[in-house]
T-cell receptor, first 113, second 114 residues
Framework: AQSVAQPEDQVNVAEGNPLTVKCTYS??????LFWYVQYPNRGLQFLLK??????LVKGSYGFEAEFNKSQTSFHLKKPSALVSDSALYFC???????????FGTGTRLKVLA | DGGITQSPKYLFRKEGQNVTLSCEQN?????MYWYRQDPGQGLRLIYY???????QKGDIAEGYSVSREKKESFPLTVTSAQKNPTAFYLC?????????????FGEGSRLTVL
């Protein structure tokens, strides 16, 4: 079965420092990978996706993610964190050959002023 | 503006009652989804529909039912058979008919069983 894992329940980072939110995947074949952000009591907002091509994907709000096939990872990064980046982040993978999207358990990011 | 409207935003239900959550989209998207969110468990797929008059069970379909009579609408009924229905429910649609699209989410409905 295809899946994604987010090994950290929470990540704390100081404002202005770089941030990384980790995601690893388990799929057969080439994965379609996604990152979403959720603010309290709101729906999820799409940040970026990897389908094919360049391993470094740039997305909304200054976020980027690096696809690493050998490590089966798709970590979300930002060079300089803002307090307003504090939210819940989800990694997701599309199950190959289907319309199903499988989500990780989420990582809460806290950016400290 | 195009988007997904979920209603009601908050809903309280007594045990043993069925309740229907509404999801309407004006994005002209073919595929629609229902997810359940619980703290620490992420999002779990309940049902999805690729096209009108067709839908498939997700990973936690027991105790839920759906219909897809119109492209714009994908209501979810939480039945009395669902043992632990208190949760945050999210509806989404797929931005592209291709295999590379991303999901677009509504603002969610929070169901509390008293």
């Amino acid at each position: 079965a295809q899946s994604v894992a987010q090994p950290e329940d929470q990540v704390n980072v100081a404002e202005g420092n770089p941030l990384t939110v980790k995601c690893t995947y388990s799929v057969s074949g080439n994965p379609y990978l996604f990152w979403y952000v959720q603010y309290p009591n709101r729906g999820l907002q799409f940040l970026l996706k990897y389908i094919t091509g360049d391993n470094l994907v740039k997305g909304s709000y200054g976020f980027e993610a690096e696809f690493n096939k050998s490590q089966t990872s798709f970590h979300l990064k930002k060079p300089s964190a803002l307090v307003s980046d504090s939210a819940l982040y989800f990694c997701a993978v599309r199950e190959l050959g289907t319309y199903k999207y499988i989500f990780g358990t989420g990582t809460r990011l806290k950016v400290l002023a | 503006d195009g988007g997904i409207t979920q209603s009601p935003k908050y809903l309280f239900r007594k045990e043993g009652q069925n309740v229907t959550l509404s999801c309407e989209q004006n994005l002209n998207h073919d595929a629609m989804y229902w997810y359940r969110q619980d703290p620490g468990q992420g999002l779990r797929l309940i049902y999805y529909s690729q096209i009108v008059n067709d839908f498939q069970k997700g990973d936690i379909a027991e105790g839920y039912s759906v219909s897809r009579e119109k492209k714009e609408s994908f209501p979810l009924t939480v039945t009395s058979a669902q043992k632990n229905p208190t949760a945050f429910y999210l509806c989404a649609s797929l931005t592209s008919g291709s295999l590379t699209g991303e999901l677009f989410f509504g603002e969610g409905s929070r169901l509390t069983v008293l």
